[in-house]
């Protein structure tokens, strides 16, 4: 038997196989970003489609109705105040549980009457007539009066109607600009949009603003997360004065789709 020589029992790789390799690996990894890129993309007109079509729900309904879903006394504004849920990442399970969950029971109760006549969930009688929303029942009023009006199935969960794409929800109410450019606590029609990476809320705002230049102007504006009302973070590269947070920091949309709050110049 021929003995092979040193020479060839160490052979390695050459420059041109070693070369191969490398744009091999380079190719596929150009792919995995490229259908990274591709994937996020689809979650963010997701979420768009979600925010429109939810937009144009509203608007259907008020075709029928001629008055705002969840607004008990019909005066323009939807009663249930959406910008008072907390938008902190840890409380998911809290905002989850102001929706609810069951197929079982009827899409409203007995505990108060909307303008229609509708025997509806959350709008307690008040004062000869005048109606308002209690926090918590308050969440459901819009889905529950779109039930009532056949423009939603009963046979859809509340809090899996209301869920986003990003495992979080989306409330439908009103806010209160504390911008200090429109008039002291003028109230707002809205849809918030809780814990959405920050890059698929720029591209939500380019989408509808035209720009994600601003944060704080225009009908998508980001929330701040430690407040209570409609006070607005300036730029979307910034959360809570924090000017050095990822692609991915978790931050809070509100969606102006009836009027919208006069510009912020700060």
Wanted: aromatic share 8%; net charge neutral; hydrophobic share 40%.
């Amino acid at each position: 038997m021929k003995k092979l020589t040193g020479s060839r029992q160490q052979r390695g790789f050459t420059l041109v196989e070693l070369s191969i390799v490398l744009v091999v690996v380079g190719l596929l990894f150009a792919a995995v970003v490229k259908g990274q890129e591709v994937v996020d993309s689809a979650k963010a007109q997701k979420l768009i489609n979600d925010i429109k079509s939810t937009e144009a729900l509203i608007q259907k309904f008020v075709q029928i109705k001629s008055r705002m879903p969840g607004d008990c006394n019909a005066d323009g504004l939807i009663d249930f105040p959406a910008d008072q849920v907390t938008r902190f990442d840890v409380d998911n399970s809290a905002r989850a549980n102001l929706y609810d969950y069951t197929t079982s029971q009827k899409t409203f109760a007995a505990n108060g009457t909307d303008i229609d006549g509708d025997v509806h969930r959350g709008c307690a009688q008040q004062n000869g007539g005048a109606y308002t929303s209690a926090d918590a029942a308050g969440t459901n009023n819009w889905l529950n009066d779109m039930k009532l009006a056949g423009l939603v199935s009963d046979s859809v969960p509340n809090r899996t109607f209301a869920k986003q794409v990003n495992e979080d929800f989306l409330f439908v109410g009103n806010v209160t600009d504390n911008s200090g450019s429109s008039a002291q606590a003028a109230k707002y029609n809205a849809i918030i949009i809780q814990n959405v990476p920050q890059w698929m809320a720029r591209q939500v705002a380019t989408a509808i603003n035209g720009t994600d230049a601003n944060s704080n102007r225009g009908r998508v504006r980001q929330l701040v997360r430690d407040g209570s009302n409609g006070s607005y973070v300036p730029l979307w590269s910034t959360v809570e004065g924090d000017a050095d947070v990822m692609r991915d920091a978790m931050v809070s949309v509100v969606y102006f789709f009836d009027r919208i709050p006069a510009t912020n110049t700060n």
